[in-house]
């Protein structure tokens, strides 16, 4: 093989992931394993049931990646594993099950930052040049950052409670749209786009949260709090019971996409602005990258594209399956260490397997 070939392994959360990457962004074979279906009859994750699911599955997932590539693990340069931040009990089974491999096949490890890779995974698409700025928003991420190299990150904002995807995920289940029949499939977030597109945003006014807050950071359980005060309203007012669908439904779901588009969009405005005020970024031709399962919400990406526009960026979004979970941006993360000769280890003695 002329090309530098990486295994990326991902167990961090409820996906069981892995592709075969190779140094010109080619991917040679990939695999997925999805908990979705048993942790949404559990009404979340349970930790020790994620880690009994990846046990089952790990072994076939990687040998099915291996196999769509027609590659042996002796072709691999390097096996590349999430192995933070994520729930332990997870990222536990892909590190072991990868320790294993790199012990038996003899190849270099490298510890993979789930974040780094989400935010690098635009590499791979698109020829972005370092640095640019990255908005990462899903279901557990919440995050703003200049991304000055592969792993050289200057953290601009996080949430200071749940990630908005989270919250959206929650408006959702309160207003019960799993019972609305043009929903019923999708997941919270998208559900709150689609019935959105059907309300009135100005019905509700609802006040960005942290507007006095002169910083980066983002909170969504206030908003959360405002819009579960105004549902019990309604509920009052419309005489329904809970658990069944309010006829302002759907402009309490455009309200709810509305602020959360206006906070998202004025937390990053002014990341931009401080980023081209310090010579962060280039004052002419500076790229932001959304990611995450929220950012494939149209009414959000619009938010942001005005953003970019004022303050002449360039936004740019990974397609929607590189924007959630996936093995292949670890994999990426891996050639992207691979070249820039970063955090390669021969030698893993001492790497704690699984947590007890
Ligand atoms: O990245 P992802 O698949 O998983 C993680 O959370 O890591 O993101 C899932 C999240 C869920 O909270 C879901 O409600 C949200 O992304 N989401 C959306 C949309 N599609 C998915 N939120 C807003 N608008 C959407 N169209
Ligand atoms: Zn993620």
Request: charged share 20%; aromatic share 4%; with cysteine.
């Amino acid at each position: 093989f002329p090309h530098k070939l990486v295994l990326g392994i991902e167990t961090s959360c409820d996906d069981t992931a892995a592709a075969v990457v190779d140094d010109a962004g080619h991917v040679l074979g990939e695999a997925m394993h999805s908990q979705t279906e048993v942790h949404l009859k559990t009404g979340g994750i349970v930790p020790p049931v994620a880690q009994q699911l990846h046990r089952e599955n790990i072994q076939r997932i990687v040998e099915e990646t291996l196999s769509a590539s027609s590659i042996s693990p002796r072709d691999l340069s390097a096996i590349a594993t999430t192995v933070k931040p994520g729930l332990a009990l997870s990222l536990g089974v892909g590190l072991s099950f990868s320790l294993q491999l790199v012990n038996q096949f003899k190849k270099p490890f490298i510890p993979i930052h789930h974040m780094e890779a989400h935010a690098l995974t635009i590499r791979l698409t698109n020829k972005v040049e370092f640095p640019f700025l990255v908005l990462l928003i899903s279901g557990g991420h919440c995050l703003l950052a200049l991304v000055r190299g592969v792993s050289d990150f200057l953290l601009l904002g996080k949430s200071l409670d749940i990630a908005p995807g989270d919250m959206l995920d929650k408006v959702a289940r309160r207003l019960s749209l799993i019972k609305h029949p043009e929903c019923s499939t999708m997941s919270g977030g998208k559900a709150i786009e689609h019935l959105a597109k059907q309300g009135n945003r100005f019905h509700f006014t609802i006040n960005p949260p942290m507007q006095n807050v002169k910083n980066c950071d983002f909170s969504f359980t206030g908003l959360q709090h405002v819009i579960d005060r105004l549902i019990k309203h309604k509920e009052k007012e419309e005489g329904v019971e809970k658990g069944q669908i309010l006829s302002s439904a759907a402009d309490i779901a455009a309200a709810v996409q509305h602020t959360t588009a206006c906070h998202l969009a004025k937390r990053t405005h002014r990341a931009i602005l401080f980023c081209k005020q310090k010579n962060l970024l280039s004052p002419a031709d500076a790229v932001l990258v959304v990611s995450g399962g929220v950012a494939s919400n149209l009414y959000i990406r619009r938010a942001l594209e005005i953003v970019a526009n004022a303050t002449q960026c360039t936004l740019l979004c990974p397609p929607p399956r590189l924007c959630t979970d996936n093995g292949i941006m670890i994999a990426w993360n891996g050639i992207e260490r691979l070249h820039a000769g970063l955090g390669i280890l021969h030698d893993v003695e001492g790497i704690r397997y699984e947590p007890k």
